[in-house]
C-alpha cells in the first residue's frame, strides 16, 4: 500500500520560511518523478515543482523555492522561502513512476498523492 505522508505546513509572516517534508513507503521511491502542488481555495490544483534526476519549478516560485529528495530516506523536501500571501494553498506531494527525464508537470500524469497540508502566509 503506498502512502505519502506530508508535514511542515504552517501559519507564517510575509517573507518568512517553511520547509515541507513529504515520506514515502509501499513503493520503490528511487523509480518515481516526486512532486509538490498546491490548491488555493476556490483555484485549480497547480503544479510547483518536481525531481527526479533533475528538478523543476514553476515560474512563481524559482528562486524563491527549493525541492531536494533523500532516496536512502524515501522524503522529498520543499523548502519555501520569502513566502508571499499569494504562496497560501494546501500542499500536496505527489509520485509518478518514471524511467525518463521528462517533466511532469500535471496532475494527471501523478499516480499517488498525499492527504496535503496547510500552508498560510499572512501580509
Known sequence: QVQLVESGG??????????????ASGLPFNRYTMGWFRQAPGKEREFVAAV?????YTDSVKGRFTISRD???STIYLQMDSLKPEDTAVYFCAAVQSSDSRTYSSARQYMYWGQGTQVTVSS
Do not use: D, E, H
Open 52 to 56: 527526479r534526476w533533475s528538478t523543476f
Open 10 to 23: 504552517g501559519l507564517v509572516q510575509a517573507g518568512g520560511s517553511l520547509r515541507l517534508s513529504c515520506a
Open 71 to 73: 532516496n536512502a530516506k
